[in-house]
């Protein structure tokens, strides 16, 4: 079992349309064995079984030799947060006391968990605003997956889930969006009530609650029931479309009339991530963040967009350990992190 | 303040309605000392403060809610509502005329579009096969077409035992 923490997912190449805004784009399905009981009712050997199952299907349907699949000791805190923090995996994978497995590709666009709140949940992630890519990707999974696995479903409420909230299609489809022209031209509270309104559900990707770091968001479908899946995605992609537009007119609205206050305040961000020595995580993230803006808007030439975006990640405290190979207090951490940083933006 | 029509000294706090055997009704006030003396009982018990009132009709509702079980997991209605996950598949079923309106809120419909499961698409494509042949067989007996019913109903029964349904 091995990690390669340095080479990061192909979905923050930064390479897919809008990516200027645009971070990735997810899509994940919900699975359940129709001849085992959900996990609350599962007993060891029929989480066993699952896991066992779920893996003899990967095998199968060639996914598994593309990638690696993770279990037990790998998936405990606080090392299983590395995989959390990189998006392959969900907080409520790493907490659970299951007999549980998470496979993932080797480019890290497509991973499966076993035994989280469901039997199966896998996602499809793809670089900049890209549902063509994601949703195909996904769908072509599913297929192969339900030539080896007989799904939980009824005509009436769908594929079951275990919490209604995802039963139906079971498809949850976000956009990870970058949106530092709305914040600073004060339109963000606008346009995520109009997301809201439109049955979608906006948060910040990083921190708890309404919180929000470094200006980034996740919009993401409510419902799961009652639309196809064609369409569920059709009104995600429609509303961040809209969403990715706005944001392009503030960002042509500040370069017109505040060119020097965002130059300051790019330039100020990236001077401090060179010159500290001692820098938080949620610190780091504001600031990483708005060099990423000043990537994208072409202030700042001399990094690339995807250098920026990996960073974000490899900052984050389950990652550097992992990088650098060691177990770090939160001081240390501070200290290691302001290095890596430095190193990493040396010209 | 109306006296009480035993006693004819306390304050009377409930009506009580007889009727005799040709369903003529007698109101009658009553003090509480006098109902319970009279064996008028239970209906004090039967309306408690507003508070409690409350809290019993909840308790009511849990236990009935206590009383819908899933046969193939054991999960309550009860239990799912406090832990908010499904025991198994055959929940759905169990529950679904309590889940219905859940799921209507959550997702404002509760007919599923979409992709169907194969296992799912078969049965789905069956039970329509059966609804269709319902419909064909009352149209048969409307229109007086017995033999055509009578071969319709063959036909029904054997889907039916074929799906089990």
New interface residues.
């Given amino acids: 079992m091995k990690l390669a923490p340095e080479k990061i997912g192909a979905w923050l190449s930064g390479s897919g349309p809008d990516s200027d805004v645009v971070i990735s784009t997810r899509v994940r399905f919900a699975r ?1 064995l ?1 001849d ?6 599962m007993k060891q050997f029929e989480q066993e079984l699952v896991l066992e199952t779920v893996r003899w299907a990967l095998a199968d349907t060639g996914y598994l030799k593309q990638g690696q699949f993770f279990e037990e000791e790998m998936l405990v805190e606080p090392d299983g947060m590395y995989f959390v923090e990189r998006h392959l995996a969900s907080p409520d994978l790493i907490t659970c006391k299951n007999r549980k497995g998470l496979f993932v590709s080797e480019d890290e666009t497509v991973s499966l968990m076993v035994n989280e ?1 469901d039997h199966i949940r896998f996602q499809v992630l793809a670089s900049g605003f890209d549902f063509a890519t994601a949703f195909g990707k996904a769908a072509e999974l ?1 297929e192969k997956l ?1 030539g080896q696995l ?11 889930t ?4 995802n ?3 079971a498809l949850r489809v976000s956009v990870f969006l970058h949106l530092p022209g709305l914040v600073l031209t004060r339109e963000i509270e606008k346009v995520l009530r109009g997301a809201y309104a439109l049955g979608l559900l906006v948060r910040g990707v990083y921190g708890e609650g309404s919180e929000t770091r470094g200006n980034l968001f996740q919009v993401s479908n409510r ?9 569920i995605v059709e009104v995600v992609s429609g509303v961040c479309r809209q969403i990715i537009d706005y944001e392009h007119k503030a960002r042509q609205f500040l370069m017109h009339n505040l060119r020097v206050e965002v130059e300051d305040k790019v330039f100020r961000s990236l001077g401090l991530l060179r010159g500290a020595r001692i820098i938080s995580m949620e610190e780091a993230t504001n600031l990483l963040a708005t060099v990423r803006f000043g990537v994208a808007l072409g202030i700042i030439n001399e990094l690339k967009l995807a250098e920026v975006s990996q960073l974000l990640i490899l900052i984050r405290p389950a990652n550097l350990q992992v990088i650098l190979g060691e177990k770090l207090t939160g001081a240390e951490q501070e200290e290691r992190r302001a290095t890596f940083i430095r190193e990493k933006l040396v010209r | 303040m109306k006296l009480c029509d035993i006693c004819g000294k306390k304050e009377a706090t409930l009506v009580v309605r007889q009727l005799d055997k040709d369903g003529k009704a007698t109101d009658l006030n009553v003090c509480a000392e006098c109902a319970k003396k009279r064996g008028l009982t239970g209906v004090e018990e039967s309306l408690p403060e507003s508070g409690a009132v409350i809290t019993e009709l909840k308790a009511k509702v849990d236990e009935s809610d206590a009383k819908v079980v899933c046969t193939r997991c054991g999960m309550s209605f009860a239990e799912f509502k406090r832990v908010g996950k499904l025991g198994c598949a055959d929940c759905y079923q169990a529950f679904a005329e309590k889940l219905r309106p859940i799921i209507r809120r959550l997702h404002g419909s509760v007919q599923h579009i979409g992709k169907t499961a194969n296992q799912g698409r078969k049965r789905a494509q069956e039970r329509l096969e059966i609804q269709r042949l319902r419909a064909e067989l009352e149209k048969a007996i409307k229109q007086e077409d017995y033999e055509k019913a009578a071969a319709l109903r063959d036909l029904l029964k054997r889907r039916e035992d074929e799906t089990g349904s």
């Fill in positions: 359940n129709v085992v009981p959900f996990v609350v009712r709140e599913d339900e007989a799904y939980a479903f009824s005509p009436e409420f769908g594929f079951l275990a919490c209604p909230t039963v139906g299609t419902q799961t029931l009652g639309q196809s899946e064609a369409e």
